[in-house]
């Protein structure tokens, strides 16, 4: 069963962002390999501190089972942590991308 507290949220930030992306702003910021680029150094930093954080032998972070899927990779990190922080990342360039640039029609 999915996670209450925790995994339907997550999964539901990521289709949020996602329709976000391809029914409104259409920035077209998912296509560009500077993107994938900028996501791979987020996760290059998150894996080894999420790992840290959130180890089963000595975990500084406790998640309640019940709200979460069990899955976890790699090192006992929850995969709810990579789909929040795809969201958050996504969200924040395409915001930025879409504040970069004019809206269409209006002219500067």
């Known amino acids: 069963m999915i996670g209450l507290g925790y995994t339907l949220p997550a999964?539901?930030?990521v289709c949020a962002v996602l329709a976000w992306e391809f029914a409104y702003l259409r920035t077209g910021l998912l296509t560009k390999p500077g993107y994938w680029i900028s996501v791979a150094i987020v996760l290059g930093f998150q894996v080894p501190v999420d790992g840290w954080l959130t180890k089963l032998d000595a975990p500084i972070v406790l998640y309640s089972p019940e709200h979460v899927s069990g899955l976890r990779f790699p090192w006992d990190i929850p995969v709810e942590d990579f789909l929040y922080c795809?969201?958050?990342?996504?969200?924040?360039?395409?915001?930025?991308?879409?504040?970069?640039?004019?809206?269409?029609?209006?002219?500067?």
């Open 11 to 13: 999964l539901l930030s």
């Open 86 to 108: 795809f969201s958050l990342i996504t969200a924040v360039l395409l915001l930025w991308e879409r504040l970069r640039r004019p809206a269409d029609g209006v002219v500067s």
